[in-house]
């Protein structure tokens, strides 16, 4: 359940896109989800943001942004964030709670890539 806080700092609206599989093959991403809501992205940390890049294998810079939505949807690592016919990979998907010192699946925490082609994060 989203708490009355919460809903309110969830003012973006997002939708979702997921790579199909065709005669075994993963296909072109097609829309998933419509009507996500989400807070406005912001950057991750230098120091989480070096330690995630060397996770993924990355040498080449990477911003990576993150986004928190209800748990209530079916995101996953290699889904694409859609922002304002932007699209963001979405690099990492985690539980996420706002209590803090409690992790629970409440909301999701979402790991974007800012594409290269963005000058700016959208912030309203």
């Known amino acids: 359940m989203i708490s009355h806080s919460m809903s309110r700092m969830m003012r973006i609206e997002a939708s979702t896109k997921r790579a199909s599989m065709v005669s075994g093959k993963r296909g072109a991403p097609v ?3 419509a009507s996500i809501m989400c807070m406005p992205l912001d950057p991750i940390g230098m120091a989480e943001s070096r330690d ?4 993924m294998g ?7 942004y993150q986004t928190v ?14 922002v304002s016919d932007v699209d963001y990979p979405i ?12 992790v629970g699946a409440d909301y999701l925490r979402l790991i974007v ?3 290269s082609r963005v ?3 959208i912030h309203l």
């Open 119 to 121: 000058d700016e994060v």
């Open 91 to 102: 690099r990492d998907v985690e539980p996420w709670s706002a209590e803090l010192g409690t």
């Open 31 to 33: 829309e998933y989800l």
């Open 52 to 55: 995630r890049l060397q996770r």
């Open 58 to 64: 990355l040498e080449s810079p990477v911003d990576l």
């Open 113 to 115: 890539e800012k594409n």
């Open 69 to 82: 939505t209800s748990g209530d949807h079916d995101v996953i690592k290699g889904d694409i964030l859609v």
